[in-house]
């Protein structure tokens, strides 16, 4: 089981002393220890009876890290140049403060994290927050019938739901509104409008801010530039910030109601591939966007006979 270490990085070896030592041999020492590549811990400081280590990532595996101590210390000592005292400990705060804990007690306690972790896990995974976004819908001049819509089919499927504020276009008020729920912990996070050309969309740019690797699909593809258009073309993204899914789903009614559709399925099968998700929810609201231009071209040229 993988845990963040939320900033707290840091491990200190006290009771310790070197006489010439090898530092890139120290913290590879560690590093064996810790289950950890050696370019993944260095020595940032020494001092008289000290050493501090840091782990240069996220995350760690529970197993790799808890009930240590005693093994790393006997592996430092090892090392030539390395001298450890009778009360040679290794501290830490966070996660990584597992490493001091008794080994016997290491397997019940990882059970229980384990167990606590995935229950709060499937709480998170049934709760979703929609967003809504816009200055027409801000202001009151067009009405949101995507939000409600959203909130009803998930709701269907036993989701406990949350209309967000209306987002402003801008990417940092969406970047802002992912994080939030992340943090509030929504297992689904989903903004409604802002993903067309011009330059007031802004949902998409705001997702990538929270996930760079999200996955984005074009819906429609324009010239650059021309009329309106100040970006490539219409496009929808997918990402992941913890457990929580983050969505950005076009305006347009129908396209939101064929949105749903494939988000659900995806959601109803488990875990969810957000390359996978983003090019089957481009694909469906595709077949709407022909459907509507076959419609136009019938009509106009319908029109364009009667006259």
Not at 7 to 24: A, D, M, P, S
Not at 36 to 55: A, C, M
Not at 103 to 126: C, G, H, K
Request: glycine share 8%; net charge negative.
């Amino acid at each position: 089981m993988e845990y963040n270490l939320l900033e707290k990085t840091e491990i200190w070896v006290t009771g310790i002393r070197l006489h010439h030592v090898n530092l890139t041999h120290l913290a590879a020492a560690a590093a064996e220890v810790l289950g950890l590549e050696p370019s993944e811990v260095q020595v940032v400081d020494v001092q008289e009876d000290w050493v501090t280590l840091d782990i240069l990532r996220r995350t760690v595996r529970g197993a790799d890290i808890a009930g240590k101590q005693r093994a790393l210390l006997e592996r430092l000592s090892t090392l030539p140049g390395v001298e450890l005292a009778q009360d040679a400990a290794v501290h830490s705060d966070g996660v990584l403060g597992m490493i001091a804990l008794d080994p016997a007690e290491v397997p019940d306690l990882l059970q229980r994290t384990q167990q606590m972790t995935e229950s709060i896990l499937s709480a998170i995974s049934r709760r979703a927050i929609v967003y809504p976004t816009g200055f027409e819908v801000r202001r009151g001049l067009i009405e949101d019938t995507n939000s409600p819509f959203v909130k009803s089919i998930l709701e269907e499927r036993g989701f406990r739901v949350t209309i967000g504020p209306v987002l402003d276009d801008d990417e940092h008020a969406v970047a802002l509104a992912f994080n939030d729920a992340a943090n509030q912990g929504y297992g689904l996070a989903l903004t409604t409008g802002g993903v067309g050309a011009e330059s007031k969309d802004r949902c998409v740019e705001g997702l990538l801010r929270v996930d760079p690797t999200a996955a984005t699909s074009w819906l429609v593809r324009y010239e650059k530039g021309q009329g309106r258009h100040e970006k490539e073309g219409v496009r929808i993204a997918v990402g992941q910030l913890g457990p929580t899914l983050m969505i950005t789903l076009p305006g347009p009614h129908d396209e939101v109601r064929m949105a749903m559709q494939v988000v659900c399925q995806h959601l109803e099968r488990g875990a969810v591939n957000k390359y996978t998700l983003a090019e089957e929810i481009a694909n469906a609201i595709r077949t709407v966007l022909v459907a509507k231009m076959q419609h136009w071209s019938h009509s106009t040229s319908h029109a364009h006979h009667e006259h």
